[in-house]
T-cell receptor, first 110, second 113 residues
Framework: KNEVEQSPQNLTAQEGEFITINCSYS?????LHWLQQHPGGGIVSLFM???GKKKHGRLIATINIQEKHSSLHITASHPRDSAVYIC????????????FGKGTHLIIQP | DTEVTQTPKHLVMGMTNKKSLKCEQH?????MYWYKQKAKKPPELMFV???????INESVPSRFSPECPNSSLLNLHLHALQPEDSALYLC????????????FGPGTRLTVL
């Protein structure tokens, strides 16, 4: 079973700061997901990566398949970015559930 | 429509009750998932349905019984639950291709008394 490690577990930063959240996994994957979960529960998919880099607004996600590592970056952070960010991997193809990291609790202070 | 809906949003039940959670999607996805999330923990996979057939059961106790009556609907029947089963139950759906996104519902917050 894939082990997914995230760091840091908790991160508090000031508005405007550049944020980096890291994720590493132990076994080869077909895809890696970055998810956002706000208090109250709903999960939103931010990115799905199998290689390279993706950008959406102020969010950037990168993955290095050889090193089994991914990073999520937030530029010009804002208090509304405060949430739990979860890295999740998919090991197989077809209908395969996700294995989740423990999440990073991010607080952006005004 | 990229929405997965779940009902009810909240559910309180006793250990002798029988209740059901419902999940619905109209994106034409052929895979549907149930996850369980305890407080301050990541979600854990419970079941996966592929083309309306159960393809993955992650050793979930039989007091949880999934059902997929059609390609848009996924139910989770609950019976004789324990207080430790209290959690957020999340439903998700996806296409079956290898590189596809899972879309999550808002979850049902279950409390077992």
């Amino acid at each position: 079973k894939n082990e997914v490690e995230q760091s840091p577990q908790n991160l508090t930063a000031q508005e405007g700061e550049f944020i980096t959240i890291n994720c590493s996994y132990s076994v080869g994957i077909s895809a890696l997901h970055w998810l956002q979960q706000h208090p109250g529960g709903g999960i939103v998919s931010l990115f799905m990566l199998s290689s390279g880099k993706k950008k959406h607004g102020r969010l950037i996600a990168t993955i290095n398949i050889q090193e089994k590592h991914s990073s999520l970056h937030i530029t010009a952070s804002h208090p509304r970015d405060s949430a739990v960010y979860i890295c999740a991997v998919r090991s197989g193809g077809g209908a395969d559930g996700l294995t989740f990291g423990k999440g990073t609790h991010l607080i952006i202070q005004p | 429509d990229t929405e997965v809906t779940q009902t009810p949003k909240h559910l309180v039940m006793g250990m002798t009750n029988k209740k059901s959670l419902k999940c619905e999607q109209h994106m034409g996805h052929r895979a549907m998932y149930w996850y369980k999330q305890k407080a301050k923990k990541p979600p854990e996979l419970m079941f996966v349905y592929s083309y309306e057939k159960l393809s993955i059961n992650e050793s979930v106790p039989s007091r949880f019984s999934p059902e997929c009556p059609n390609s848009s609907l996924l139910n989770l029947h609950l019976h004789a639950l324990q207080p430790e089963d209290s959690a957020l139950y999340l439903c998700a759906s996806s296409q079956l291709e290898r590189l596809d996104t899972q879309y999550f519902g808002p979850g049902t917050r279950l409390t077992v008394l």
